[in-house]
């Protein structure tokens, strides 16, 4: 399958709201509602932020949320901290047991 | 606390092979779906492989299919990657996941291999 399709980086000041976009296929995004949200700071491992589109695990703040329509999924931001600074990537379920990575995202704090 | 610790990584020459070994604690890991998944320097995650809790079925990707075989032994609690006929652009890091829940994924720390001559 091909990634899914996401901005190369979005940026945005404290305290403000940003969202990031996934688009994909109908073979996927469009096909399931099993798509996840991953941070990934520097040299870190990917953690998991949004399941089954907008399902937050806990631990997770609910500034943290996600929504999907047709074949793109979207993850917002809102309160942006500084810790917050990190790539995003999205993944969806494919069919036959496989996943499909977006791009990822960069997001800086101004 | 879900732990996943890979080991195993390291550099091998093109056409060489590998075995990576993911221990697993802090959960169930025999009723547990698995995953691997690498991620290439600067570039995206890419899923690699699944296996079913009982070890069949396993799947795929086309990328990497005839030449890498995941395995686990439930009763030591570890996940298995054997890669064979490895190829330069097989080098990333490979992270051992299990499936949280609706095919969302938990991750390891990672193992780096790298493929060079």
């Known amino acids: 399958q091909s990634a899914l399709t996401q901005p190369r980086s979005v940026s945005g000041s404290p305290g403000q709201s940003v969202t990031i976009s996934c688009t994909g296929t109908?073979?996927?995004?469009?096909?399931?509602?099993?798509v996840s949200w991953y941070q990934q700071h520097p040299g870190k491992a990917p953690k998991l932020m949004i399941y089954?589109?907008?399902e937050r695990p806990s631990g997770v703040p609910d500034r943290f949320s996600g929504s999907k329509s047709g074949n793109a999924a979207s993850l917002t931001i809102s309160g942006l901290q500084a810790e917050d600074e990190a790539d995003y990537y999205c993944c969806s379920y494919a069919g036959r047991y496989t996943l499909v990575f977006g791009g990822g995202t960069k997001l800086t704090v101004l | 606390d879900v732990q996943l610790v890979e080991s195993g990584g390291g550099l091998v020459q093109p056409g060489g092979s590998l075995r990576l070994s993911c221990a697993a604690s802090?959960?169930?890991?025999?009723?547990?779906?698995m995953n691997w998944v690498r991620q290439a320097p600067g570039k995206g995650p890419e899923w690699i492989s699944y296996?079913?809790?009982?070890?069949?079925?396993?799947y795929y990707a086309d990328s990497v299919k005839g030449r890498f075989t995941v395995s686990r032994d439930n009763a030591k609690n570890s996940l298995y990657l054997q890669m064979n006929n490895l190829r330069v652009e097989d080098t990333a890091v490979y992270y051992c996941a299990r499936d949280f829940t609706g095919w969302s994924l938990d991750w390891g720390q990672g193992t780096l291999v790298s493929v060079s001559a």
């Open positions: 089954r589109v907008s």
């Open positions: 109908s073979s996927d995004v469009g096909g399931y509602n099993y």
């Open positions: 802090g959960f169930s890991f025999s009723d547990s779906e």
């Open positions: 296996i079913n809790d009982n070890g069949r079925p396993t």
